[in-house]
């Protein structure tokens, strides 16, 4: 595996490799690379000739300084697992390289974008839609791979890509666990040992709600999430919202639409460390 930090590197490889007639998966991440990513490599890895990595903490999507300073870098290790993956490149450019001037660019997808993280994290997904535009720019993938832990981040991505890069799949891949139901995710490294034993509730709360949504209204089970939740000490959700899977609009009875998710967001602990999780329900 090569790793390049530069644009004009990342497109001469790319070209290259196209010229060949090879097909070319996607892969962005911020790094700190656990086994949810490597579902999506492996995934990549299978589909594509060729799997392109990139590993960049895009300080455009956080909204909150401390999150962009504190968010977990572990670049050798990184590294190493994505070579042991069997990914063809790994793109690790610096800030200045990405954003060589401020990117002004809006993007605006309602409702997929304004409601739950649009809503309470202001600008985060105009920043996410800047950085996937620019890579999907750099490397015109045939096809670009997102972990459905992020579930409201890939429709937002499905309608930027859908505007912009219209020959472009996006593959959404499933949201993989530890033992105990916890979502991976690069900020668990941040939750201290008292912290990671609470963490796996927001699973178990999601989990049994299946079951009680069967026999009780959307309301009374968006209610019963939040207090088997905040029953625990330690734990408090910001939000819980259940929603139609594409366009992300709450819904107030189970018939209301074809698919319907619950997307959740937990703080945890005194730091606290903001956890998102999400079920299907239909
Ligand atoms: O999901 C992430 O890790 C990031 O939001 C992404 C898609 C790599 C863009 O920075």
């Given at each position: 595996m090569e790793v390049v930090s530069k644009i004009a590197d990342l497109k001469a490889r790319v070209a290259a490799f196209k010229a060949s007639g090879k097909t070319v998966g996607l892969v962005p991440t911020m790094g700190a690379l656990h086994n949810g990513h490597a579902s999506l490599v492996k995934r990549s890895v299978s589909e594509n000739d060729v799997t392109v990595v990139s590993v960049f903490v895009n300080p455009?999507?956080?909204?909150d300084k401390n999150d962009l300073a504190n968010y977990p870098r572990t670049f050798e290790a990184d590294r190493d697992l994505l070579a042991g993956l069997g990914a063809t490149l790994m793109f690790a450019p610096t800030a200045d390289e990405v954003?060589?001037?401020?990117?002004?660019r809006s993007f605006s997808y309602p409702p997929t974008d304004t409601v739950m993280e649009g809503a309470f994290r202001p600008g985060h997904f105009n920043g996410v839609c800047q950085i996937v535009s620019k890579l999907f720019a750099f490397v015109e993938p045939d096809r670009s791979y997102f972990g459905e832990k992020d579930f409201q981040q890939i429709a937002v991505i499905r309608a930027m890509a859908a505007e912009h890069f219209p020959s472009l799949t996006i593959c959404p891949c499933p949201i993989v666990r530890e033992d105990d139901g916890l979502a991976l995710s690069?900020?668990?490294?941040?939750?201290?040992p008292a912290e990671r034993q609470i963490a796996p509730a927001i699973f178990k709360a999601l989990s049994r709600s299946i079951a009680f949504s069967k026999q009780h209204s959307v309301a009374e089970t968006k209610q019963s999430v939040i207090d088997e939740i905040n029953s625990v000490d330690g734990l408090e959700v910001q939000y819980y919202e259940i929603v139609?899977?594409?366009?992300l609009r709450s819904v107030?009875?189970?018939?209301?639409?074809e698919h319907i998710q619950g997307c959740i967001t937990v703080f945890c602990g005194h730091t606290p460390i903001r956890l998102i999780d999400n079920i299907n329900y239909k």
């Open positions: 455009t999507q956080f909204n954003y060589p001037e401020p990117d002004t690069s900020r668990n490294t941040l939750l201290t139609d899977a594409i366009a107030t009875d189970w018939n209301e639409a």
